[in-house]
């Protein structure tokens, strides 16, 4: 591969997405001093069109219209879930609800499904998942008399599926993953799993966090039946943004879950004595959708089923094959180690590199204009996110992580992290 400037810079006239950049806030600077955000797969850069989507509800759906607006609002969460679904997930229509946080999303369809397997008492996750996955299957284990089997997964290489097979039997009733790990950004292989724990009799519940708006998801053709994931990462919701969930199709109707709200009941508005859960994906909904957030949701969603999510995972791809080829060249002579797969399949959008200094690091880039996010156990995780880094960011970010390496000037930042970030 070509590690010049120049190569990223060619690479950046032949992106057919290159004209998205330019839709997002902070990023007319062109400088040699720019921000080089590589976070994006924390939180999101701002679409230049959502201040306008916000202003428009406020001033004229709340501010003029008032309580007149809810027929223009009581949909929401179908409405942007379809926009999520059918543009980004591969999904069905009326199979995806943008409804509260990814954890109690999670909380929601874990239960539901482990109702929907009776006699079985054991729920599987990973030893690596995110912290919320892992303490909302602790909590629902807790809750109902069940074991969890936390399967060891490598730091770096993600879930062995071997591994996972010989964790399920017929005690099993849920499996939580995620399809992409939040620390390395290993990729499982999502209908292969799927179909291994569906011959145990047991049921997937993916987490599509730092997958939704990075990589292919066809989960209509992968047979995935239960998902939830956040919509401020690759998705650019903006901070706080609700979660989706989905549930396929041909399961909605066995499945119930757990919080009886009044926005999962059949006919709402006849404001019945029991209740007695809709008919398809509004009844895993449970009270009033956050309308202003939901509006911003949509425009981020939207700009990335409009970049098209095929063309979106081929430049992650590159510029991950981009980053590792970099980082093997100018950084792992100055004493990092890759902490993401090699395969550029068996990836998500980010790369992520381990150095026993990776605090300190993390720390002197932000100064330097690079925003990466620092990760445990000594990690430095980068994520370029397609529809708005480009080649050229990637190879500068890298460079000024090489001086920086090279001038030691991280050696002054404190060796430990003191507060909360
Ligand atoms: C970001 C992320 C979440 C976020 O959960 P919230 O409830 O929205 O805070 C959950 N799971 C994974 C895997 C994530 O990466």
Known sequence: MDLTRAAAEALDDADPLAGFRSRFAGTDDDGPDRLLYLDGNSLGRMPLDTPAALARIAEEEWGRGLVGSWASWIDVGTRVGDVIGTGVLGA????????????????????????????????VCSADDFPTDRYVVAGVAAARGMT?????????????????????????????????????????????????????????????????????????????????????????????????????RELQEQLRQPIWGWFGQRDQFAMGPAYDPAPGIDRFGVGTPPVLAAAAVEVGAALVAEAGIDRLAAKGRAMTDLLVALADACLTPHGTVLASPRDPARRGSHVTLAHPAAWQLTQALVDRGVVPDFRTPHRV?????????????????????RALLEDGAWRDYPQERSRVT
Do not use: I, M, Q
């Open 92 to 123: 069905r229509p009326g199979e995806v609800l943008l409804a509260d946080s990814t954890s109690v999303d999670l909380y929601k369809l874990l239960v539901a499904a482990a109702d929907a397997r009776p006699g079985r008492d054991v729920l």
């Open 148 to 248: 969890v089997r936390e399967v060891p997964a490598d730091v770096d290489e993600g879930l062995d599926p071997a591994v996972l097979a010989g964790a399920l039997d017929e005690r099993v009733a849920v499996v939580v993953l995620s399809v992409v790990a939040y620390r390395s950004g290993a990729l499982a292989d999502v209908a292969a799993v799927t179909a291994t724990a569906r011959e145990a009799g047991a049921l997937v519940l993916w987490d599509l966090s730092h997958a939704a708006g990075a990589v292919t998801l066809d989960l209509a053709a992968t047979g995935v039946d239960l998902a939830v994931g956040c919509t401020y990462k690759y998705l650019n919701g903006g901070p706080g943004a609700p979660a989706f969930l989905y549930v396929r």
């Open 381 to 401: 995780r980068l994520g370029p996110a397609p529809l708005y880094t480009r080649f050229v960011d990637v190879w500068d970010a890298v460079d000024r992580f």
